[in-house]
């Protein structure tokens, strides 16, 4: 008897395996064949969350608080990130702006959902977090990449992003801090990029998940530059709640309307209990947790990157923020997913290909995560010489 074909939707030909989900799958191969695998690959922090985050969680439980809420996200919730913007960046953002998201992941597809029709072209660097790009292209959209350099922070310039719109552009979206590679869109050129795009009438997202892991003084939100741009942010870097699924999206208020809809019909609500547990990420006691684990990502971002330039590997002169550094490989290979499976099979060391990340100049990256203990990433520094 013959066999049909699966039928899949068009747009699902052009979107590409999440490489670095892969690289764990085969780590955990390792592990359960009894070897101790050093974790560099996933962009997860180590610490588990919070205390006063999950007695938050503990007593929203027994309170009974695990009905559906509103698809917008609990007013406290909202209230209190709008109190967040005004404490970090002395910006007023109305709380009917804020749309409670299960994860940034589910930001990112409202507002592709929102925001991106077929058969348009959205600008967006290469590299950049890869599900971006596959997002727009389950849209029937096209990703207009825009190719970075180190030498230029791995962040486009205003001439650069002229140079690939084309005729379809309707939007840009950019990433500060970037993963992979730990680099922020500097004050002075995120107002022109965000002028650019206002006067070309395009829509403007701007992905600040790994805000407070900074490791520079100034870090802008675009909502400090433009009213009009739109934010997808995270309780998962900075906030350490990874497995809650929470994040957020501020939009412009004309578009309130809208994302009210899509939120109805995309995910009902974001978890009823990530959502009170979230509250107590505001309070002084966490903070206080949340900054003295930063200060230990600066630390092991250090000492990794010394390390990683002393063995030959070339990356930016500073890691601004976020958890990871992208680095050049060139010096040892030509084939970045080789160098990443070999390191993996015979050293036990897991890092993620830069084909995960886009095309251009792939073959020459890797990402590091510096996510794991000092310990650990001193002892993949140990495996890795030996490798190389």
């Given at each position: 008897m013959n066999k049909?074909?699966?039928?899949?939707?068009?747009?699902?030909?052009?979107?590409?395996?999440?490489?670095?989900?892969?690289?764990m799958d085969r780590a955990a191969e390792l592990e359960a064949a009894g070897k101790k695998v050093v974790h560099m690959e996933v962009g997860e922090p180590d610490f588990s969350s919070a205390f006063p985050i999950i007695n938050a969680a503990k007593q929203a439980l027994e309170e009974g608080r695990t009905q559906y809420t509103s698809a917008s996200g609990i007013s406290e919730l909202r209230e209190s990130i709008s109190c967040h913007y005004a404490d970090k960046y002395r910006l007023k953002v109305d709380p009917s702006r804020i749309f409670i998201t299960p994860g940034a992941s589910g930001g990112l597809i409202l507002l592709a959902n929102m925001l991106v029709s077929p058969n348009d072209g959205i600008l967006t660097t290469d590299p950049a977090y890869p599900?971006?790009?596959?997002?727009?292209?389950?849209?029937?959209?096209?990703?207009?990449?825009?190719?970075?350099?180190?030498?230029?922070?791995?962040?486009?310039?205003?001439?650069?992003?002229?140079n690939h719109k084309r005729e379809n552009t309707t939007g840009i979206w950019l990433a500060s801090p970037n993963n992979p590679t730990g680099t922020i869109i500097e004050r002075d050129r995120l107002i022109e990029i965000a002028r650019w795009a206002r006067d070309e009438n395009l829509n403007f997202v701007v992905d600040e998940i790994y805000h407070g892991l900074k490791y520079v003084n100034d870090l802008p939100s675009v909502l400090e530059i433009d009213a009009r741009a739109f934010v997808v942010s995270s309780f998962s870097k900075y906030f350490g709640m990874t497995g809650w699924r929470l994040g957020w999206i501020v939009v412009p208020e004309e578009y309130i309307?809208?994302?009210?809809?899509?939120?109805?019909?995309?995910?009902?609500?974001?978890?009823?209990?990530?959502?009170?547990?979230?509250?107590?990420?505001?309070?002084?006691?966490?903070?206080?947790?949340?900054?003295?684990?930063?200060?230990?990502?600066?630390?092991?971002?250090?000492?990794?990157?010394?390390e990683l330039r002393n063995l030959g590997f070339k990356i930016p002169t500073s890691i601004q923020g976020a958890l990871y550094i992208y680095a050049d490989i060139s010096?040892?290979?030509?084939?970045?997913?080789?160098?990443?499976?070999?390191?993996?099979?015979?050293?036990?060391?897991?890092?993620?290909?830069?084909?995960?990340?886009?095309?251009?100049?792939?073959?020459?990256?890797?990402?590091?995560?510096?996510?794991?203990?000092?310990?650990?990433?001193?002892l993949g520094l140990e495996r890795l010489k030996m490798a190389l």
């Open positions: 049909k074909n699966l039928r899949l939707s068009t747009s699902m030909c052009n979107v590409n395996p999440f490489r670095v989900m892969m690289v599900c971006v790009r596959n997002l727009i292209q389950m849209s029937s959209a096209e990703p207009q990449l825009i190719p970075v350099e180190m030498d230029q922070n791995f962040q486009p310039n205003v001439k650069q992003i002229q309307p809208m994302a009210n809809t899509l939120a109805q019909n995309l995910f009902i609500s974001a978890p009823s209990i990530a959502q009170h547990a979230a509250l107590a990420c505001f309070t002084a006691e966490a903070e206080e947790i949340f900054e003295e684990r930063r200060l230990e990502f600066a630390r092991r971002k250090n000492f990794l990157s010394n010096n040892f290979s030509q084939n970045s997913e080789l160098f990443c499976r070999d390191l993996l099979n015979q050293n036990q060391v897991a890092i993620t290909p830069g084909a995960d990340f886009g095309e251009y100049k792939a073959e020459k990256f890797v990402r590091f995560a510096f996510t794991t203990s000092m310990a650990d990433i001193e």
